[in-house]
């Protein structure tokens, strides 16, 4: 009523002031406002007021709102200071956010129950719940956009408060969706960790005393991946790539500053004296292959001042074990130095080491509060990848935008590596030398350093018809992923099993790098060829056949792939001429070290069907092969045998674990045993000096 009454005199009644003087409006505002002003103050702090209904209190806040307008523009200047809409609403507003905080987690189990992870339509290849969780983000947005705060700090500040709820909310939605996707590409992984802790001992023992290379549990064909599985992993991207839409919506680069420019900050802050880091270790790479098989069997440890903080499980047989475990570690110093060293398990003898580094933690590296991944070098090689985030948050709208991309970027960059993962085992089963050894028709004896050794050249198609098994299963695989998945997902993950590929295929030509001589000999020329007829097969394949509708050539031809065509140009040279080409190739690396290396293209869509032999094509253009990086020509050397070889190996072994100065995201750990791991220069990770935002992303995905 009161609303009416005063729009009737300022728009009907008493349009202009009279005599051009006497504005009524303003007299009558100025006699009534104060009396209902001051109502409005006592009603504000009675406890009925505090426990009112939501949608009845912003209801009266909208008509509140509605008579401050009017009175700014037709009351008497002087008195505006007595409409205090903020003070009387204020709890009110805080009292909806601590709802909605409250509410959050049942908003999110809500939308996951109910969805089918099926795609909303044929042209949307994410589900319903991204949809309905951002939905009720959006509404939430405008609910707070729509009181038109009178209080801009105020309204940043409102904000600010719900994007840490919209944080904490997509932490939760991504975590679930994490959880069913590790369950769907590794149904049993939880329950086979201890379950068959018995059973793994034994098989390890057997396999120690027996010497049988080729005993593997999962070597047979992997089950199908599915397209829920596909859309669940859209769905983070989806989420990811509405988080930017919301980004913009909210204007959170301007609410960022204007809450920089005007906020006061918090008066004598306590000095904070404990820490709690959690640190995941993910996984490491090329590590030294310390068992007779060529392999390891790693774990990683963590010390700080010779206490052990945390061990990760055993991964069998590999030299690229992925461990996935979290440990959180509660420091009362500001900085401490930690050893990380991964072991190869023995079951007898005393456990050997692969390779460590030290590193730091401290709040001077971690003090933004978002998880890192962080690359360390081993020595003396391989490398270890811990992903590591110091507790706490920051009263900025910037940080919990930031904090939920990089979540969901990184749930989306492990999800593609995990698929490549369950593919790996039986990639490199099917693209072996014992695929070779039936191919040829060379059994193996009952004393396995011996074989029989026929000559056959096999045609093209028999070398297809040998690894059917990986061209069917990859030919299905595939075709579920593309049909699935988003075309930026596909893209990544495509280019990881290329990269698979080819890592499996130089597996067979050569052994894992080491220091010590391998018992693994060079393949003859029967061998070597069909080696890279299957990769000739295999780039086909991806490409799309004679459609040529897959991965672009330029694409699977990279760097990667050259490099293992590489190996042919060395692989059967004496030694004085491979340790020449090593040299070459080290000053060569060193040179494009300090000029900056190329990056490598991208591929832009993905294939269908399998043409693989009868409809190759010869290609229009022959590639320029370089020479092989020293890297491959150690591996290349460990093949040979001779006293000239063994010194060479470990003079430069002795160079990698010595260096002259330290570089890189950590510092080396010294490589001799007397020394005992002592630190030497210690230096921080590297680590991102400003926020990444969704509109301002730089972040890589780790190889």
């Known amino acids: 009523?009161?609303?009416?009454?005063?729009?009737?005199?300022?728009?009907?009644?008493?349009?202009?002031?009279?005599?051009?003087?006497?504005?009524?409006?303003?007299?009558?505002?100025?006699?009534?406002?104060?009396?209902?002003?001051?109502?409005?103050?006592?009603?504000?702090?009675?406890?009925?007021?505090?426990?009112?209904?939501?949608?009845?209190?912003?209801?009266?806040?909208?008509?509140?709102?509605?008579?401050?307008?009017?009175?700014?523009?037709?009351?008497?200047?002087?008195?505006?200071?007595?409409?205090?809409?903020?003070?009387?609403?204020?709890q009110h507003v805080k009292r909806w956010l601590e709802t909605t905080n409250e509410s959050t987690p049942g908003w999110v189990e809500s939308a996951v129950k109910h969805d089918k992870f099926t795609t909303v339509n044929e042209t949307v290849p994410h589900s319903s719940s991204v949809v309905d969780l951002f939905t009720m983000f959006h509404e939430a947005v405008d609910f707070v956009q729509k009181l038109q705060w009178p209080n801009e700090l105020q309204r940043c500040r409102f904000l600010t408060a719900l994007s840490k709820v919209i944080g904490h909310a997509l932490d939760k939605y991504t975590a679930i969706l994490e959880e069913m996707i590790i369950e769907d590409i590794y149904p049993t992984l939880g329950h086979e960790e201890n379950s068959s802790a018995t059973v793994a001992f034994f098989s390890k023992a057997r396999l120690q005393l027996t010497g049988n290379h080729h005993s593997?549990?999962?070597?047979?064909?992997?089950?199908?991946?599915?397209?829920?599985?596909?859309?669940?992993?859209?769905?983070i991207e989806a989420a990811r790539s509405k988080l930017d839409k919301l980004y913009q919506i909210i204007d959170v680069d301007d609410i960022s500053y204007y809450m920089r420019e005007n906020d006061i900050p918090a008066a004598d802050i306590p000095e904070q004296t404990g820490f709690m880091y959690s640190i995941k270790i993910v996984r490491a790479e090329n590590l030294q292959p310390l068992d007779n098989n060529g392999l390891s069997d790693p774990y990683a440890i963590m010390e700080i001042n010779g206490k052990q903080i945390a061990r990760t499980r055993t991964v069998y047989e590999t030299l690229n074990p992925r461990w996935d475990q979290v440990f959180d570690i509660w420091l009362n110093e500001k900085t401490v130095d930690v050893v990380a060293i991964v072991y190869d398990e023995d079951m007898i003898?005393?456990?050997?080491?692969?390779?460590?580094?030290?590193?730091?933690?401290?709040?001077?590296?971690?003090?933004?509060?978002?998880?890192?991944?962080?690359?360390?070098?081993?020595?003396?090689?391989?490398?270890?990848?811990?992903?590591?985030?110091?507790?706490?948050?920051?009263?900025?709208?910037?940080?919990?935008?930031?904090?939920?991309?990089?979540?969901?970027r990184r749930v989306e960059n492990d999800s593609a590596s995990l698929i490549v993962d369950r593919m790996s085992r039986f990639m490199r089963a099917c693209l072996s030398r014992k695929t070779l050894d039936k191919l040829l028709q060379r059994d193996r004896s009952f004393f396995r350093f011996s074989r029989s050794v026929k000559s056959i050249d096999p045609t093209l198609q028999d070398c297809e018809d040998a690894i059917a098994p990986l061209l069917d299963y990859l030919e299905r695989n595939l075709k579920i992923l593309n049909d699935n998945l988003s075309e930026g997902n596909m893209r990544h993950v495509i280019l990881k099993i290329w990269k698979e590929i080819l890592l499996s295929l130089e597996g067979v030509l050569l052994p894992p790098l080491s220091e010590h001589p391998s018992e693994m000999k060079p393949l003859d020329d029967y061998e070597f060829h069909c080696v890279y007829k299957w990769l000739e097969l295999l780039k086909v394949l991806f490409n799309g056949g004679e459609d040529e509708d897959g991965v672009q050539l330029e694409t699977l031809e990279n760097a990667q792939y050259y490099s293992l065509l590489a190996i042919n140009v060395a692989y059967n040279l004496e030694t004085e001429e491979l340790i020449g080409i090593y040299n070459t190739a080290l000053n060569n690396q060193m040179?494009?070290?300090?000029?900056?290396?190329?990056?490598?293209?991208?591929?832009?869509?993905?294939?269908?069907?399998?043409?693989?032999?009868?409809?190759?094509?010869?290609?229009?253009?022959?590639?320029?092969?370089?020479?092989?990086?020293?890297?491959?020509?150690?591996?290349?050397?460990?093949?040979?045998?001779?006293?000239?070889?063994?010194?060479?190996?470990?003079?430069?072994?002795?160079?990698?674990?010595?260096?002259?100065?330290?570089s890189g995201p950590a510092a080396n750990i010294t490589a001799t045993k007397d020394e005992a791991l002592q630190p030497t220069t210690l230096v921080p990770p590297i680590i991102p000096d400003r926020m990444i935002t969704p509109s301002d992303e730089k972040m890589m995905p780790l190889p």
Not at 24 to 42: C, D, K, T, Y
Not at 596 to 608: L, M, T
Not at 617 to 635: F, G, H, Q, W, Y
């Open 591 to 662: 040179e494009l070290k300090l000029q900056g290396g190329a990056k490598a293209d991208r591929s832009k869509s993905v294939y269908h069907s399998r043409h693989t032999a009868k409809q190759q094509k010869a290609d229009k253009k022959a590639a320029s092969i370089d020479m092989p990086s020293s890297e491959t020509v150690l591996r290349i050397l460990r093949m040979r045998s001779g006293k000239r070889v063994r010194d060479f190996l470990r003079s430069e072994f002795d160079k990698r674990n010595k260096p002259s100065t330290s």
């Open 216 to 235: 593997r549990k999962n070597d047979g064909v992997p089950p199908d991946f599915t397209p829920q599985l596909c859309v669940k992993i859209n769905d």
């Open 349 to 408: 003898g005393a456990d050997e080491e692969c390779g460590g580094v030290w590193f730091k933690l401290s709040p001077e590296y971690y003090d933004d509060y978002q998880q890192h991944d962080i690359v360390l070098n081993l020595l003396p090689q391989g490398r270890l990848v811990l992903r590591v985030s110091m507790e706490g948050e920051k009263n900025d709208i910037q940080f919990w935008f930031s904090k939920a991309f990089r979540t969901l």
């Open 1 to 90: 009523m009161l609303i009416k009454e005063f729009v009737s005199l300022t728009k009907r009644r008493f349009k202009t002031p009279i005599s051009g003087v006497l504005s009524v409006p303003s007299v009558v505002m100025g006699r009534q406002m104060p009396f209902f002003a001051l109502q409005m103050e006592n009603w504000a702090y009675l406890p009925e007021a505090k426990n009112a209904p939501i949608e009845v209190i912003f209801k009266l806040y909208h008509k509140v709102l509605g008579l401050k307008r009017l009175y700014d523009q037709y009351g008497p200047q002087q008195k505006k200071s007595l409409f205090k809409v903020e003070s009387w609403f204020l």
